[in-house]
């Protein structure tokens, strides 16, 4: 047997607190039967009575478990997709540990906010990856994160057309017209620290204002910059021997957002702006009903608190005289 929700320490306070009422209305019963000359009688089994009513509501409200049954679960889910900015300039310590790091643990805990929807993560620099189709499995998506590096790509200029391209060749296949289903909601999270050396993303974004999809994007980083650490040692420098300088840049970013009905929020040492996109989210409604069926515990509560009810009715219908004068 399971329980539904375990919350013993709960449960033991409020049995401890049953169990005084029930011992002070045995002492004031015993008062007045020596007050009047007399000794109580019958109150053994009303007590008993009510003990077992008391206990019977505490196991039904722990929610006795046995067994597991299938269940339909309707729900109008999203499809998120995370785009996440693992180039060079990611490695920039302007927000600390690193924009990446940092990008990194909000992103799990972005996850854990979308249970009843499906999160796909998408990885870019010179070029896009999908690294995790859409899928339901939380946990598949909070292992691609936690594995996320700036060397999972060949170096090159970052393009953040490419993402975008590559999240619009997915979401042809949403739209179901043989069965007249609508497309499912979809929002694309990127979170980059703005470079983009890529093509004019005026087309992408056309194609994603008339698919629906919205765009929120999440500039990880500062104005005044930060130097980029080299693997071998020292900076990143650029073809004259200079070190490079990596900054915020939010114009990109903004464009994206404004022209597809997100939002643009900063992450920096002072800011968390996925608090913002998460409000944001959680206002936008899913556009197809799904019924999945899931194993859930067979929640077996209706037992004792029938039993609880039965105890109440006996309570009040037998009557019994504890104080004869």
């Given at each position: 047997?399971?329980?539904?929700?375990?919350?013993?320490?709960?449960?033991?306070?409020?049995?401890?607190?049953?169990?005084?009422?029930?011992?002070v209305?045995?002492?004031?019963?015993?008062?007045?039967?020596r007050?009047?000359?007399?000794?109580?009688?019958?109150?053994?089994?009303?007590?008993?009575?009510?003990?077992?009513?008391?206990?019977?509501?505490?196991?039904?409200?722990?929610?006795?478990?046995?067994?597991?049954?299938?269940?339909?679960?309707?729900?109008?889910?999203?499809?998120?997709?995370?785009?996440?900015?693992?180039?060079?300039?990611?490695?920039?310590?302007?927000?600390?540990?690193?924009?990446?790091?940092?990008?990194?643990?909000?992103?799990?805990?972005l996850?854990?906010?979308?249970?009843?929807?499906?999160?796909?993560?998408?990885?870019?620099?010179?070029?896009?990856?999908?690294?995790?189709?859409?899928?339901?499995?939380?946990?598949?998506?909070?292992?691609f994160?936690?594995?996320?590096?700036?060397?999972?790509?060949p170096?090159?200029?970052?393009?953040?057309?490419?993402?975008?391209?590559?999240?619009?060749?997915?979401?042809?296949?949403?739209s179901?017209?043989?069965?007249?289903?609508?497309?499912?909601?979809?929002?694309?999270?990127?979170v980059?620290?703005?470079?983009?050396?890529g093509?004019?993303?005026e087309?992408?974004?056309?194609?994603?204002?008339?698919?629906?999809?919205?765009?929120y994007?999440?500039?990880?980083?500062?104005?005044?910059?930060?130097?980029?650490?080299?693997?071998?040692?020292?900076?990143?420098?650029?073809?004259?021997?200079?070190?490079?300088?990596?900054r915020?840049?939010?114009a990109?970013?903004?464009?994206?957002?404004?022209?597809?009905?997100?939002?643009?929020?900063?992450?920096?040492?002072?800011?968390?702006?996925?608090?913002?996109?998460?409000?944001?989210?959680?206002?936008?409604?899913?556009?197809?009903?799904?019924?999945?069926?899931?194993?859930?515990?067979?929640?077996?509560y209706?037992?004792?608190?029938?039993?609880?009810?039965?105890l109440?009715?006996?309570?009040?219908?037998?009557t019994?005289?504890?104080?004869?004068?």
């Amino acid at each position: 047997m399971t329980w539904a929700y375990p919350t013993f320490l709960a449960a033991a306070l409020a049995l401890a607190i049953f169990l005084v009422l029930l011992l002070v209305l045995w002492r004031r019963a015993g008062r007045l039967a020596r007050a009047l000359g007399t000794r109580p009688r019958h109150r053994g089994w009303k007590a008993a009575l009510r003990l077992l009513m008391g206990a019977s509501l505490l196991a039904a409200a722990l929610g006795p478990a046995m067994g597991v049954s299938q269940q339909p679960v309707r729900t109008a889910g999203k499809d998120v997709w995370l785009l996440v900015d693992v180039s060079r300039s990611m490695d920039a310590p302007d927000v600390a540990p690193t924009r990446l790091l940092r990008a990194q643990a909000e992103l799990q805990e972005l996850v854990a906010q979308f249970p009843a929807d499906r999160l796909g993560l998408v990885i870019f620099g010179a070029e896009a990856v999908v690294q995790c189709p859409l899928t339901y499995d939380q946990e598949a998506v909070q292992v691609f994160i936690s594995t996320l590096r700036t060397n999972l790509l060949p170096r090159g200029p970052t393009t953040l057309r490419a993402p975008l391209e590559l999240v619009l060749s997915r979401l042809a296949p949403a739209s179901t017209a043989s069965t007249g289903a609508l497309p499912r909601a979809t929002a694309v999270i990127l979170v980059s620290d703005g470079e983009d050396f890529g093509e004019n993303l005026e087309q992408p974004l056309r194609e994603i204002a008339r698919s629906g999809a919205r765009v929120y994007t999440v500039g990880v980083g500062t104005s005044g910059g930060a130097t980029i650490p080299a693997a071998a040692g020292g900076f990143v420098k650029d073809a004259k021997g200079q070190v490079v300088r990596s900054r915020l840049q939010e114009a990109p970013l903004l464009q994206l957002a404004a022209q597809t009905g997100g939002l643009y929020a900063e992450l920096n040492n002072e800011q968390n702006g996925f608090s913002t996109v998460l409000r944001s989210l959680s206002t936008m409604q899913g556009t197809t009903e799904q019924v999945r069926t899931v194993a859930v515990a067979d929640n077996r509560y209706r037992y004792p608190l029938a039993a609880a009810v039965l105890l109440l009715v006996l309570d009040i219908v037998l009557t019994v005289t504890i104080i004869r004068p």
